[in-house]
């Protein structure tokens, strides 16, 4: 019989999201050949409450959280902890212009010009 302690609940949610990513990492990075591109696993800390906000697709939900700071009307009606924070992210580098018109030019200045650059600030490295 083994003779185990248990973890305080947040010291074992904690290496749980620490065993997940790890886990994702060495099996989804393993799987470059058929994903191409630069992709990274990010734990996100969870003391960071700009959350998910951090990248583009997201980031109207800073400004909807500065909005609540100022209304409280608009603060009890959207709830007080609207930002979302995930425990891991799987994101993917953007491809440059040259790596998509590696075979035959497909972009150029004139087109996707709108398209997302995934993460607003690259601060996992």
């Not at 248990?6 to 099996?27: D, H, M, P, V, W």
């Not at 393993?30 to 960071?48: A, F, K, M, S, T």
């Amino acid at each position: 019989m083994v003779n185990a302690t248990k973890l305080a609940a947040q010291t074992a949610g904690n290496e749980f999201e620490e065993i997940c990513a790890e886990f994702i990492a060495s099996t989804f990075l393993n799987l470059q050949h058929i994903r191409p591109g630069e992709w990274h696993v990010i734990r996100i800390n969870q003391g960071d409450r700009s959350g998910i906000a951090r990248y583009e697709q997201y980031a109207h939900l800073s400004a909807i959280a500065d909005a609540c700071k100022g209304n409280t009307e608009l603060a009890t009606t959207l709830g007080t902890d609207y930002l979302i924070c995930p425990d891991i992210v799987v994101i993917r580098e953007p491809a440059s212009d040259a790596v998509i018109n590696y075979s035959a030019m497909l972009v150029d200045e004139t087109v996707a010009l709108h398209t997302a650059c995934g993460l607003l600030t690259a601060d996992f490295h």
